[in-house]
């Protein structure tokens, strides 16, 4: 695989976490209007972070595909 | 803001900023060089002593020009952003002179975020292309952390001469253009300087190198990039014109493990052949970065590994316009 189509689907990935955090970490915010900010803040980071590491897992999977083909 | 006035504040500001580069930077050279302030090229034949750092000479065109144009415009995230970049200088600048541990730099950079957060330049929307969040509390720690990534990020993808000032250069084509259509005005004019800037230190960072950018001139760079994309409310479609250089990261952190200075990692990513061409390393305990997997189809010379590098940048920085336009769908057009 070349380190362009690489670059490729790290980029639809990132595509793929903004809409998962539109619409999950948005609907927070419009779900509980009148809860405590820090309340629906806190969800909304525990939300992001665990996108952010769905990420981190799935590019890690990627990778290890990539070197089993590429370092020998 | 009228058009003549933005045409006329951005011919200013992109002049100032160039001008200073290129006309100090030989002075800069031969006053590093006459200081002993040299460090050895080890990818040319007979490591030659290359002056460093240049970050001194980029910070004082990026300056002067910012605050010509904070006295235009009175734009209190001008200040912001100028004042988040001089703490990244100084934080590169205390690494260029004593090698620091690796937890330094992240962990100093930290203060790099408070000038954006104290003047709340961040605003509370996060734009996601798609739509935004309205995110007035978390978005302060996204600040702390964006900003130290951003920073190293640059930082980490200096690695052959050229390779960093060129890889901003292409990064911030995307990133004016989202700050233009989605940001202010003020914001793209603040911007102007660090492209101009960078772009006149090409000349002599471009291989063979006269001068290297140092941590200095890298952080700053990176803090820089950052915290215009926070201020521009572009922080997704500046994260896709990176996307070669967060990956280089991701890998080098990936497979080291713990944050770590480059220096103390005692395995090389890539090892030199007699002919000067860079081949990957098949120690299994060397890290893995980008240009190993860049080299990994074949040993390549150094200038080939720039090269290759600068193809990805395009490619990413192509991406990054694609965001845009559907990010300009999405949250204008419909």
Redo the contacts between chains.
């Keep these: 695989m070349r380190?362009?189509l690489?670059?490729?689907i790290?980029?639809a990935l990132?595509?793929a976490i903004?809409?998962f955090?539109?619409i999950f970490?948005?609907a927070i915010?419009l779900f509980l209007p009148s809860s405590p900010?820090?309340l629906?803040?806190a969800l909304?980071?525990a939300v992001?972070i665990a996108a952010v590491v769905l990420l981190?897992y799935y590019?890690?999977g990627l990778?290890k595909a990539?070197?089993k083909s590429?370092?020998r | 803001m009228a058009a003549h006035e933005v045409a006329i504040y951005g011919a200013a500001v992109s002049a100032i900023s160039f001008f200073v580069v290129y006309l100090l930077m030989p002075a800069a050279i031969r006053s590093l060089v006459a200081r002993g302030r040299v460090v050895k090229d080890v990818h040319k034949p007979g490591t030659p002593s290359v002056p460093r750092p240049a970050g001194p000479v980029l910070m004082a065109g990026i300056a002067v020009a910012e605050l010509v144009l904070y006295a235009l415009t009175l734009n209190p995230a001008v200040l912001a952003i100028l004042a988040s970049t001089a703490i990244a200088f100084f934080v590169g600048y205390v690494d260029d002179a004593r090698a620091m541990p690796g937890l330094f730099k992240p962990v100093a950079l930290l203060a790099a975020a408070v000038p954006i957060v104290a003047l709340g330049i961040q605003g509370d929307h996060l734009n996601l292309v798609f739509g935004s969040a309205f995110i007035p509390l978390l978005y302060v720690p996204l600040v702390f952390a964006a900003i130290p990534v951003a920073g190293n990020t640059i930082n980490s993808i200096d690695v052959l001469n050229g390779v960093a000032s060129r890889f901003v250069i292409v990064a911030m084509l995307p990133l004016l253009a989202a700050i233009a259509l989605f940001g202010s005005m003020d914001i793209m004019l603040a911007a102007l300087p660090l492209f101009f800037a960078t772009l006149a230190f090409y000349k002599y960072h471009r291989y063979p190198s006269r001068i290297f950018p140092g941590d200095s001139g890298t952080l700053l760079m990176g803090v820089m990039y950052g915290a215009l994309a926070i201020a521009g409310g572009v922080e997704v479609i500046a994260i896709v014109a990176l996307l070669p250089a967060v990956l280089n990261s991701f890998l080098f952190l990936s497979s080291v493990r713990r944050i770590v200075e480059h220096r103390q990692v005692k395995a090389r990513p890539v090892t030199l052949l007699d002919d000067f061409r860079l081949a990957p390393s098949t120690d299994p305990a060397a890290p893995i970065s980008l240009v190993r997997l860049i080299v990994a189809d074949g040993p390549l010379g150094e200038k080939e590994v720039g090269r290759r590098i600068f193809r990805l940048s395009v490619v990413s920085a192509l991406m990054a316009f694609a965001t845009i336009a559907i990010q300009y769908y999405f949250l204008v057009a419909t």
Excluded: H
């Design positions: 380190l362009e690489f670059i490729a790290m980029w990132v595509l903004t809409v955090l539109v970490v948005a915010d900010g820090l629906v803040s909304q980071a992001a981190a590019l890690g990778k990539y070197l590429k370092l």
